[in-house]
């Protein structure tokens, strides 16, 4: 079978932009939740929120970019030239119908559309950018990344609320497998405008919480919903093969299962996460006991925390497995979120070291997890499962592994 | 032994009747469904067609509660996957959840219900800080479409992968591609796929007038639509939804089901040219009907009916006849293209679903529905489009394609299964 390995890894996350200020920085336990400045949050109850600083789209992208894209498809572009430069990979290196581009996605360029709504309807018609028809649209991020460079593969666009991010990536993989040779995959998302503000706290899944140390709090007694945040990670994923034509290339870690699951609506039926995992470790032909961290979904949410928990504790025992939650750093990214786990997991390999959950202090004593809180965990990793779940019942799991 | 996907299933909600049955014989008969828009003054707008699909939820089984939750492309969805259920004989409870997945295609989602909600709670743009204090409950669902897909994976009961895919205007057929690798891989046995799109509201009308896209002919709404007609002036939005069980062969056959035909070859291209613009040559296109060909052990010669994007724009009409040309060589020539979107407009995300079901509708029926409003072929489109008339013709081996914002090409080989429907 194809093999999967990460060779680039571009991050923009409200703690850090590029691999290694995200890498230093989540392994120090930094939060980067606070208040709200991408907009004036005063009347709304959610006030806070995981803000990507720092970011200047104008220094890294034309100015022809910058009236026909959002602020997520910014993100997702510079992100993209990150990873690729990362890995090595020059304009020519690889034919340009053998790099596919797959990306996850949940809302669009949602300020982007808000802004042309309110043009439509306090201006009228002729005042709506001539971009709108793609800027806002689902699949803007791929068409965009494939335009800029050049990449005339398969292109697609997967949407499963908080779990797209793992499914993009599981997806990339399978392009593999058809015989691409190369493939930018994940997902970066934003949606911090007023119009998506209100759809965030009609989710009912936003902390009620406005401080930023006790808003976030999954596998806590004190969980109370999550915080929204911007950002996530974009991969280049390649067969070895390929990256051994670029000699000197890095490999940061293989991707060596993925599963998807859907919860059902009734509820005398067991919730699907657990499946997903086992299925994504089968994918991988491996072992629970050959998991050295678990990267948890960590809603936040009582009732979702504790069937993560059970999920958890039925594949590898009560306290069977290190997990974690850098998330609690930056809040949940949405289609970026599954990403920069994968991403996390995959540095963590790297690097070998467990990124800490951070702010959680008194986890649910009947969860039975071995939480990494307050520090990071030192010590070899050699494979790590990341678990995902969306909004109306989406789960994924993925295993990745050191590549040897 | 390497797994197959088979089509066994269809259900239908389109512009000009609701159902598989009111569809074929709007196909068929070369009839337009495009009218004047209804569901909203479109008089500011410049392209005020639209092929509209006449829908009562209530009439077609939803209940108060869906109808008040659910944005009209999920209803369509539900609607037609129970059409989809029942036709393929399917008994769903008594399939393992886990082996069964769902694949929708969706360009714009939920757009009509967050423009709709969007104008109160701005009170018609006036505000920049939308007031929380009108949010409906369900805001969310229309924030991100997945929550289609779970509806659609609620009304078949899958427990196993689950995803919308997101192409634009190729989202139809992409998703079904999508479900077919999902079943040719293993990780499911039977996908419930297609497409829904229900974008007639201003916003999305609105975007199609700025970069002129669309036709002006409203003076004249159900012609305006006319692909590869020299007097053509555009496309015409629509809406609708195909949902299909998408099945493996030997799942099917063991049951012995009626196959429509099988997604035998499908690949997508990204033409790394222009959000919006096409390159006149079709390279990219043509690549992904290679691909398709290939992977369905076909020929270009096997190829009995060609089902055109045919969106009525000039830019597309040449492009993809010049892709057609470019994979079928001479054959392309030889072959039939038609092109429903003359008859049933542009629905965006479900329209690759919708000609998919058409096309194996044609195989069932050994007649190739036309392309209507086509009096005057452009002589730059050489090929033989299938004008005003249906065609008998026994076609075995169809070629259908998409292409769409965003740069994406897209191309499916649906082939007759041999001793089918036993």
Redesign the interface.
């Known amino acids: 079978m194809t093999r999967a390995v990460v060779t680039g890894i571009g991050i923009a996350s409200p703690n850090g932009l590029g691999p290694t200020a995200y890498w230093r920085a989540t392994l120090q336990g930094e939060t980067a939740i606070k208040p709200i400045t991408r907009?004036?949050s005063a009347?709304?109850?959610a006030k806070i929120a995981g803000e990507v600083p720092g970011f200047e789209a104008g220094r890294h992208l034309q100015g022809r970019l910058l009236p026909?894209t959002d602020h997520m498809t910014r993100l997702t572009l510079v992100g993209t030239d990150w990873a690729l430069r990362g890995a090595g990979v020059q304009p020519n290196d690889i034919p340009?119908?053998d790099i596919a581009?797959i990306t996850a996605?949940?809302?669009?360029g949602?300020e982007f559309g808000?802004r042309?709504?309110?043009?439509?309807?306090?201006?009228?018609?002729?005042y709506?950018?001539?971009?709108?028809?793609?800027a806002w649209?689902?699949?803007?991020n791929?068409?965009?990344i494939?335009?800029r460079?050049?990449?005339?593969?398969?292109?697609?666009?997967?949407?499963?609320?908080q779990a797209?991010g793992i499914?993009s990536i599981g997806?990339a993989r399978?392009q593999l497998?058809?015989g691409v040779q190369l493939a930018l995959t994940g997902g970066m998302d934003s949606?911090l405008c007023?119009?998506?503000?209100?759809?965030?706290?009609?989710?009912?899944r936003l902390s009620r919480n406005n401080n930023p140390r006790r808003a976030y709090l999954p596998f806590d007694r004190d969980a109370s919903g999550y915080v929204a945040g911007e950002g996530g990670a974009i991969m280049v994923l390649e067969t070895p093969e390929s990256a051994s034509e670029r000699p000197g290339t890095r490999i940061y870690g293989e991707i060596v299962g993925y599963?998807?699951?859907?919860?059902?609506?009734m509820p005398s039926?067991e919730p699907?996460l657990k499946?997903a995992a086992e299925l994504a470790l089968r994918d991988a032909g491996m072992d629970a006991s050959e998991i050295d961290v678990v990267f948890a979904d960590a809603a936040g949410i009582p009732e979702l925390d504790k069937a993560e928990a059970e999920a958890i504790k039925g594949i590898f025992g009560p306290y069977g497995v290190p997990v974690t939650a850098p998330k609690t750093m930056t809040g949940r990214l949405f289609a970026g979120g599954g990403s920069l786990d994968v991403a996390s997991a995959i540095l963590s390999i790297y690097w070998s070291a467990i990124p800490p959950t951070v702010n959680v202090e008194n986890p649910v004593p009947e969860y039975e997890l071995d939480l990494v809180m307050n520090e990071a965990r030192h010590g070899k990793i050699k494979a790590a499962l990341v678990l995902g779940r969306?909004?109306?019942?989406?789960n994924s799991a993925m295993v990745v592994r050191e590549y040897r | 032994m390497s797994r197959r996907a088979v089509i066994t299933g269809v259900g239908v909600v389109a512009p000009g009747g609701i159902g598989t049955k009111a569809y074929w014989n709007l196909l068929s008969e070369g009839r337009t469904a495009t009218r004047i828009i209804t569901h909203f003054d479109a008089s500011p707008y410049r392209s005020r067609m639209a092929g509209e699909a006449d829908f009562d939820p209530v009439r077609e089984g939803l209940t108060p509660q869906e109808i008040r939750r659910l944005d009209r492309a999920a209803q369509f969805a539900v609607v037609a996957g129970r059409e989809a259920m029942s036709d393929s004989g399917i008994e769903f409870d008594q399939l393992d959840p886990g082996r069964i997945g769902v694949s929708l295609g969706t360009a714009v989602g939920c757009t009509t219900s967050l423009e709709r909600e969007f104008i109160v709670g701005s009170d018609r743009g006036k505000y920049w800080e939308v007031d929380q204090s009108y949010a409906v409950p369900h805001l969310y669902d229309y924030f991100t479409p997945s929550s289609m897909a779970t509806e659609l994976a609620w009304t078949v009961g899958a427990e196993g992968p689950v995803s919308v895919v997101s192409t634009g205007c190729t989202s139809g057929l992409d998703s079904v591609g999508y479900a077919a690798e999902l079943i040719m891989e293993g990780s499911a046995d039977v996908v419930v796929t297609g497409g829904t799109e229900a974008p007639l509201s201003p916003i999305t009308v609105v975007c199609f007038d700025v970069i002129r896209a669309s036709s002006t002919r409203n003076d004249d709404p159900t012609t305006a639509c006319r692909p590869f007609d020299k007097t053509r002036d555009g496309l015409v939005l629509g809406e609708g939804c195909a949902i299909i069980v998408l099945e493996e062969l030997e799942h099917a056959r063991a049951r012995g089901a009626h196959i429509y035909g099988e997604v035998a070859g499908f690949a997508s291209r990204c033409n790394a040219y222009h959000m919006t613009g096409l390159h006149p040559e079709g390279i990219e296109m043509s690549d992904a009907i290679n691909i398709a060909l290939k992977q369905a052990r076909a020929d270009a010669t096997d190829v009995g009916y060609i089902n055109a994007h045919g969106s009525g724009t000039k830019q597309n009409d040449l492009h993809e006849t010049a892709a057609f040309k470019r994979s079928l060589g001479a054959h392309a020539y030889k072959t039939p293209v038609s092109g429903f979107k003359s008859m049933i407009g542009h629905s965006l995300g479900a329209i690759g679903s919708l000609e998919i079901v058409g096309s194996l509708l044609a195989f069932e029926q050994d007649l190739i529905p036309p392309t209507a409003n086509l009096h005057e072929q452009d002589p730059e489109c050489d090929l033989d489009y299938t004008p005003l008339v249906a065609r008998e013709k026994k076609v075995d081996t169809v070629l259908t394609v998409g292409s769409g914002f965003g740069g994406f090409q897209s191309a499916m080989v649906l082939k007759k299964v041999e001793g089918a429907g036993r």
């Open positions: 907009f004036d009347n709304y109850w026909q340009d119908t581009v996605a949940t809302a669009g949602y808000q042309e709504l309110q043009k439509l309807w306090h201006q009228g018609p002729e709506v950018s001539a971009y709108q028809s793609f649209f689902y699949a803007v791929t068409g965009q494939s335009i460079h050049g990449t005339r593969g398969p292109g697609a666009v997967v949407v499963s609320e797209g499914d997806h399978r497998r058809k949606s007023p119009w998506a503000w209100v759809a965030h706290q009609a989710s009912g599963a998807s699951t859907f919860d059902s609506r039926r699907g499946r969306g909004k109306g019942g989406f």
